[in-house]
T-cell receptor
Framework: EPEVTQTPSHQVTQMGQEVILRCVPISNHLYFYWYRQILGQKVEFLVSFYNNEISEKSEIFDDQFSVERPDGSNFTLKIRSTKLEDSAMYFC???????????FGSGTRLTVV | AQSVTQPDIHITVSEGASLELRCNYSYGATPYLFWYVQSPGQGLQLLLKYFSGDTLVQGIKGFEAEFKRSQSSFNLRKPSVHWSDAAEYFCAVGNFGNEKLTFGTGTRLTIIP
């Protein structure tokens, strides 16, 4: 069964450093998303991406965050200057169309120290 | 704004017993409703979804859910749980024209022998 692949599975970074989280969505999917889950809390929407542009973003997704689809297969989330409160599990998801629901990756656990 | 409430933070069930996990949503129009399961250290796996039509939907792993508009509920059920069902379960709501899913806080399911 096709799956969404995320790398790395765990990343530790120092506060103030830039990180890039990588995702390979399912190949025929058109909609891409990032969500995050702070430990013990609910899964929160960050951003959606369609047709090479952001289609919606949450208030969490401020100027420190950016997304990119640099080629035909990867979808990345960049955090420019990490803060302690950015520590969370970050999930990438993709869908062929919104009605089918999303396929989520297994996540990248980001730890900011 | 759409919201989801999962009133049970933690449920313990004996193996072989029946299960019902509660989910209530708040949204003006007809929502899209989802149940996801998350095993420890894993991503979110889609169990089932409801968009329209038959209000009783069947999912994977023997789960089903019933949409009740009058109660704004979408409860997840399974007639007989297995030890492998131990996980965190998330209800989520979306709607046509809005990219994001809004998740509940999750219900942790523990199975005892």
């Amino acid at each position: 069964e096709p799956e969404v692949t995320q790398t790395p599975s765990h990343q530790v970074t120092q506060m103030g450093q830039e990180v890039i989280l990588r995702c390979v969505p399912i190949s025929n999917h058109l909609y891409f998303y990032w969500y995050r889950q702070i430990l013990g809390q609910k899964v929160e929407f960050l951003v959606s991406f369609y047709n090479n542009e952001i289609s919606e973003k949450s208030e969490i997704f401020d100027d420190q965050f950016s997304v990119e689809r640099p080629d035909g297969s990867n979808f990345t989330l960049k955090i420019r200057s990490t803060k302690l409160e950015d520590s969370a599990m970050y999930f990438c998801a993709s869908s062929e169309n919104r009605e089918d629901g999303y396929t989520f990756g297994s996540g990248t656990r980001l730890t900011v120290v | 704004a759409q919201s989801v409430t999962q009133p049970d933070i933690h449920i313990t069930v004996s193996e072989g017993a029946s299960l019902e996990l509660r989910c209530n949503y708040s949204y003006g129009a007809t929502p899209y409703l989802f149940w996801y399961v998350q095993s420890p250290g894993q991503g979110l796996q889609l169990l089932l979804k409801y968009f329209s039509g038959d209000t009783l939907v069947q999912g994977i792993k023997g789960f089903e859910a019933e949409f009740k508009r009058s109660q704004s509920s979408f409860n997840l059920r399974k007639p007989s749980v297995h030890w492998s069902d131990a996980a965190e379960y998330f209800c989520a709501v979306g709607n046509f024209g809005n990219e994001k899913l809004t998740f509940g806080t999750g219900t942790r399911l523990t199975i005892i022998p």
